[in-house]
């Protein structure tokens, strides 16, 4: 029997969305090709109909959760943005939290297009944070960028540092509590004599 059109398309996103969540929990070289495909409920004879490569699929179901990342802190502000990110919750769900939390120590190792899906999800997800804070200061344009740069990958590396911990470890819990203060903190704009 043929697949349509439109059963591919929809086929191809639930690989994407399977292999988006897959990767943030196991990391790119946490599961294969196979594996992958058996969670999205397909062969693994099928994965070629869809993309080139495993590199493909990553640098496709990266710039998926990127994107959810993004549209995920819409309309909460920094402090709420920060607050989420840089806390217990996020931290224990890997595969439905940040990808740049959970993969970019991954990416760094993988081939251009991976590291480039990367740096364009950064540049995309500075932009929201800079247009965000910019609604509540005065600061100059490279600050407020310079501020936003620093919060986030001060988030990033506290969740980074807090998983590698385990998981009833206080140590885990001080990290994400020193790191939200200071990035919280860092929001405010300084007062001007």
Avoid: W
């Avoid at 090709?33 to 058996?38: F, G, K, N, S, W």
């Avoid at 920094?78 to 989420?84: D, Y």
């Avoid at 990808?99 to 970019?104: D, I, R």
């Avoid at 005065?138 to 001060?154: K, L, W």
Wanted: net charge negative; glycine share 10%.
């Amino acid at each position: 029997m043929r697949v349509t059109k439109a059963q591919a398309q929809a086929n191809r996103a639930h690989i994407v969305e399977t292999a988006s969540a897959l990767f943030r929990e196991r990391g790119f070289d946490g599961i294969g090709v196979a594996d992958l495909m058996a969670a999205a409920g397909f062969t693994h004879g099928g994965f070629y109909k869809h993309f080139g490569s495993k590199a493909d699929l990553m640098a496709e179901a990266s710039a998926a959760g990127l994107s959810k990342s993004l549209q995920d802190s819409t309309g909460i502000g920094l402090a709420g943005f920060f607050e989420h990110y840089v806390s217990r919750e996020h931290r224990d769900g890997r595969g439905t939290g940040c990808t740049l939390s959970a993969l970019c120590g991954d990416a760094a190792r993988q081939p251009q297009e991976v590291k480039s899906t990367f740096g364009d999800g950064l540049a995309q997800m500075f932009a929201t944070l800079e247009r965000g804070a910019a609604k509540q200061s005065d600061a100059d344009q490279p600050h407020v960028r310079a501020t936003m740069i620093s919060a986030m990958a001060q988030a990033v590396g506290a969740i980074i540092l807090s998983r590698a911990c385990p998981d009833d470890s206080p140590l885990a819990d001080e990290i994400l509590e020193v790191c939200r203060s200071a990035i919280l903190e860092s929001l405010v704009p300084p007062v001007e004599d």
